[in-house]
């Protein structure tokens, strides 16, 4: 049922951008390069343009379900397009889990006993369920929750930018974004951990056979959120090392910048908004991250009742609770202890992946793109070495998980080309 239209797959986007990283990351930028974090933001954020840009070509390929998944199987073949489906599902899953268990430790700002076992089962049971439940109902019910939840996290984030831009002012504390000393080591892990800020953009392009006009708003939807998430983003980051005396060494740079800016109830007021910004990061997730393996299954990569739509609600039904109770059986084990480095390597190598379809696509499918991005063959190569350049800056010693993932994708490449074979 394709009822996500042009501005709900953009919400969507932001919706999968912005999560919870935006309430301390601040903090270990500013920690890295000082006051030229502001200029770290729009770099990271012009690196992601590049990145973008591609997605958005190779995206006006295609109409149905998938993402980066349908992408890269149509350019690469079976073996590579399973790769990057299982690195794009342990990538959502595991982070989603871990934001379930954040949502619990900001609600113990008001509730305490939210940490204690009992009461913790049971929110999880709740947070997951009645999201689980939702997306069961139907896409346009979901569909109108994201831009509910979408909304609701960019006021707040907005308002605390807004209100330390204005006592900056006041206080005639501006200070501009300034030129960093900071070793080259410094600059490169501040910078992968923004562009990874701006990451989880692709879990939308998953249900473009549930938008409206998949192949011509996918290119909308990634640059509205782009440009909506980097202005928050550089905003935030402005007042965040303009606000505070010592911005690197904050473990709540918002929540002490709202303290100063708001008053007693400025702390109150961001844990609020915290937990609006992360219980929507899950809706845009359950919403899109179903759709991965009802995709899989409906190529024949995975089992096909993977693949089976309510007959009344239209919904990918199965797969959706399948996604939910993984989710809610991570999210008892879930924190964000090593998930950084899990996530980085994990995007950018279907980021390459993607950037590098690009030219490929367009010798296959010369004249199939709704949206040609101006030298996008360039592009294509300079996104794939921005993307290995920041690989050879993370560390894999501790990814065991990750070369786990990308051995069981390639079994499963195996059984399935052994069933193709020998049905």
């Known amino acids: ?11 969507l986007v932001i919706n999968c951008i912005i999560g919870s990283g935006v309430f301390g990351l601040p903090s270990v930028v500013a920690a890295d390069v000082g006051r030229a974090s502001v200029v770290a933001v729009l770099l990271a954020g012009l690196a992601m343009a590049v990145i973008m840009a591609c997605f958005a070509e190779v995206a006006s390929y295609f109409s149905e379900t998938g993402g980066p998944y349908l992408y890269v199987r149509t350019a690469f073949g ?10 794009v599902w342990l990538v959502r899953l595991t982070a989603c889990a871990a934001n379930v268990n954040l949502f619990v430790i900001y609600l113990a700002e008001f509730w305490p006993r939210s940490t204690q076992p009992v009461p913790r089962l049971i929110l999880f049971t709740l947070l997951v369920g009645v999201l689980a439940a939702i997306n069961y109902r139907g896409v346009l019910i979901a569909t109108k929750l994201n831009n509910v939840f979408t909304v609701a996290k960019l006021l707040p984030l907005g308002a605390i930018g807004v209100a330390g831009g204005f006592y900056l002012i006041a206080s ?53 959120a782009l440009v909506t998430c980097t202005a928050i983003y550089a905003l935030i980051q402005w007042v965040v090392v303009g606000a505070l005396p010592d911005p690197g060494h904050s473990t709540r740079p918002l929540a002490d910048v709202a303290r100063i800016v708001m008053g007693r109830g400025g702390a109150a007021f961001i844990a609020v908004g915290a937990l609006v910004s992360i219980y929507g990061y899950l809706s845009g997730n359950m919403l899109a991250v179903p759709r991965i393996t009802f995709a899989l299954a409906q190529g024949g990569d995975f089992p096909s009742p ?16 399948v996604f939910a109770v993984l989710l809610w059986v991570l999210a008892q084990f879930g924190s964000f202890a090593g998930n950084a480095t899990l996530s980085a390597g994990a ?64 079994v499963n490449w195996v059984v399935v080309a052994r069933n193709t074979t020998h049905p």
Not at 1 to 11: D, E, K, L, T
């Open 347 to 410: 995007r950018l190598f279907y980021y390459v992946l993607v950037c590098a379809a690009l030219p490929v696509l367009r010798k296959k499918q010369p004249g199939g793109a709704v949206y040609r991005v101006p030298g996008g063959v360039i592009l294509a190569g300079l996104g794939v070495l921005i993307c290995l350049g920041l690989l050879t800056r993370i560390d894999f010693s501790k990814s065991l998980i990750l070369v786990v993932t990308i051995l069981v994708a390639f």
């Open 306 to 321: 993977l693949a089976a739509v309510h007959p009344q609600f239209r919904t990918p039904y199965v797969s959706i609770l």
């Open 172 to 224: 005639h504390r501006i200070i501009p974004p300034g030129v960093s000393d900071a070793p080259a080591s410094s600059w490169s892990h501040a910078i992968v951990l923004l562009i990874f800020a701006y990451g989880g953009f692709e879990a939308a392009l998953i249900s473009g056979g549930e938008a409206r006009d998949p192949r011509r708003d996918a290119a909308f939807g990634l640059f509205a």
């Open 78 to 87: 079976r073996l590579l397009g399973l790769e990057v489906a299982w690195l």
């Open 1 to 11: 049922m394709r009822v996500i239209g042009r501005w709900s797959f953009a919400a």
